[in-house]
Structures are given as structure tokens and as C-alpha cells.
Nanobody
Framework: VQLQASGGGLVQAGGSLRLSCAAP????????MGWYRQAPGKERELVATITRGGRINYGRSVKGRFTISRDNAGETVHLQMNNLEPEDTAVYYC????????????WGKGTQVTVSS
């Protein structure tokens, strides 16, 4: 099962980018969708997640700058990233948790976001 992510790229500090990720129909009960990121030499960290019911959780470093949303069908998640900083440079991974107990987890391949100073 492959999550289809789009967006990312190179932007100057203060700029904006938008990431999108679509879960294929073969994944049932996509309960939580979101994004994580990993910078070189660092551990993967939470960026933002959103449940099917609309409950949102942001990583501390992106609060107030990033906005996560989910389409009405609940199968596509978007991440609007504003006021980007060089520290946001990382590979961003789409994540889906599914199943009755959120015990099924899927990852996208990752998309590079580079913010120049």
C-alpha cells in the first residue's frame, strides 16, 4: 500500500509550501492522518496529525505556522506550511493509522523540504 504524497521543494526563509497526501481506497478506516519529519542526524519527529473527527495535534516547533487539514472524504491530508525557517529543512513523511485500534500504520516515501536562509 503506497501513500501518494506531493508538494515539497526549495523555498526561502519566510516562504510557504503545501504538502498533500492521499491514502488509497484499499486502506479502510483511516483514523489518523498526519506528517512527521526527519532532519539529517536527528530523530523523526511529529509535525502534525488530524483524526477523522477533526482532532488536531501539532509539534511544538510548528504551532502557529503550520496548518493541517483533511478533505471531506477523509482520505487526503494537507499541510500548509507558512513562515518557513531553515530549521524546518527535513524529509517529510506522510503517515496513516488505521484499523479498529489504530494498529495498522502506513508511511509515505518522504518528500524533501529545504528552506534556505
Amino acid at each position: 500500500v503506497q501513500l501518494q504524497a506531493s508538494g515539497g521543494g526549495l523555498v526561502q526563509a519566510g516562504g510557504s509550501l503545501r504538502l498533500s497526501c492521499a491514502a488509497p481506497g484499499s486502506i479502510a478506516s483511516t483514523n489518523v492522518m498526519g506528517w512527521y519529519r526527519q532532519a539529517p542526524g536527528k530523530e523523526r519527529e511529529l509535525v502534525a496529525t488530524i483524526t477523522r473527527g477533526g482532532r488536531i495535534n501539532y509539534g511544538r516547533s510548528v504551532k502557529g505556522r503550520f496548518t493541517i487539514s483533511r478533505d471531506n472524504a477523509g482520505e487526503t491530508v494537507h499541510l500548509q506550511m507558512n513562515n518557513l525557517e531553515p530549521e524546518d529543512t527535513a524529509v517529510y513523511y506522510c503517515n496513516v493509522k488505521a484499523g479498529i485500534f489504530n494498529d495498522l500504520e502506513y508511511w509515505g516515501k518522504g518528500t524533501q523540504v529545504t528552506v534556505s536562509s
